[in-house]
Structures are given as C-alpha cells and as structure tokens.
C-alpha cells in the first residue's frame, strides 16, 4: 500500500492518499487545497474509490465538495459528527470555507461501532474515539500496524477539547482505548508528523495522564 501524507490549508491538515497497487485510493479527510490533491491524484493515475472522514471540523471536510465533483465517490462521516459538519456550527469557526451547496455530495452516516469496514480491497477496523468532536473515529489497518488517528493524538500532544462538543474526560478515555494497541502502531495523525502508539505511551504528558502515570 502506498501512502502519501499531504498537508493542506492554512493549519496544514493532513490529508493522506492510501492507494492500492491497482491505483485504487482512499483520500481522508480532504480539508482544503483540492487542485493540489487533483494535481497528486491525475500525475499518478490514481482512482478513488472512497472519502473517510475522521470527524467534521471544518479543516478536515472543506474539499470533500471540489474533490467530490472531480473524483466522484462515497463518503463517510460519524452521525455525531455528520450533524452539524456542514452547519453553521462550523460556519462560525475561525478560517472556516464553506463547501460549495452545488457540490456538496452525500456524506453517509457510518462507524456508530467499532467494527470492521471494508471499500474495495481496503480493510480496516473503525475505532470510536470521542473527546475531540463527539462523532471523532480512527482507521486501523492491523495488517501494516497502522492508524489513521484524525485529531485524537499528536505526537506529543492531542486534539483540543475547547471546541462545540469536546470533552477533556472523554478524551483521556479514547485515549487510553489507543494505548491497548501495540506499541509498533505507527500513527499518522490529522496534523504534525507521524508517531508510534509506544513513543506516545512514553512521551506524550496528555496519555501518560490518562494512563494515571502523570
């Protein structure tokens, strides 16, 4: 599987391109820059097959209508979060970019469990992880040991908690639901560089916290 990490828009969100070696690719949370994202996708004749998205704030969804309309193909967002994602909740957020109404695609509703999920040959674990937004989830691909985390956990640090629908305690939480995973879990996370859950488990003030080593 090939990966491919590109930061996007004024906070540099991650979004990152998982492709098959058939060219059938996963694009996650494509919050801005999309003829940036078209320009990777079109040099290396890439097909998407699918929109995950780890949760709604708005510097994770602002592309998926410009992608949507190039690239058409299924989305994906948590009910919990697919509430407000397109709504003025997000609207009155700093920096926010409205996704254009005409097209603006369907966003299914999914991932109410942790539980397997499957879009071509992709196949992956859903993991439920509130505390940042209420509807935030992971993709864990066990295979290769790793896990698209959304803005769970940073290296280093985790996702705040200050905006609508956050919660400190819900957080320390899902982030000890992280630490169970094997420490050789490499992590790539909505911003920042990658990590390990076991570099995390060790160094990071917010998980020590929630595992009661603070």
């Known amino acids: 599987m090939k990966i491919r990490i590109l930061p996007t828009g004024m906070i540099q969100t991650n979004c990152i ?5 058939t060219g059938d690719t996963l694009v996650i949370d494509p919050g801005a820059d ?3 994202l078209d320009e990777v996708i ?3 004749d890439l097909n998407v097959i699918g929109y995950p998205l780890t949760h709604g704030h708005y510097d994770h ?12 193909s299924p989305c994906w967002m948590h009910p919990l979060d697919l509430s407000w994602a397109f709504t003025s909740v997000n609207q009155n957020l700093p920096w926010y970019t409205q996704p254009d109404p005409e097209t603006l695609p369907e966003v299914q509703p999914a991932w109410e469990e942790d539980g397997a999920f499957s879009i071509g040959a992709f196949h992956f674990q859903t993991l439920f992880l509130p505390g940042h937004s209420p509807g935030s989830v992971a993709f864990h691909f066990e295979e290769i040991k790793l896990l698209i985390g959304g803005d769970v956990l940073f290296k280093g640090s985790v996702g705040r908690t200050d905006l609508p629908g956050g919660n400190t305690a819900t957080l320390m939480a899902s982030l000890r639901q992280l630490a169970a995973l094997p420490d050789d879990t490499r992590v790539i996370p909505g911003h920042g560089p990658a990590t390990t859950i076991g570099e995390e488990k060790q160094t990071n003030p917010f998980m020590l916290q929630a595992l009661g080593s603070l």
């Open 34 to 36: 999309a003829r940036e």
């Open 17 to 21: 391109l998982l492709s098959q070696e």
């Open 42 to 44: 079109q040099s290396n």
């Open 61 to 72: 969804v602002c592309a998926i209508g410009e992608m949507h309309a190039m690239h058409p």
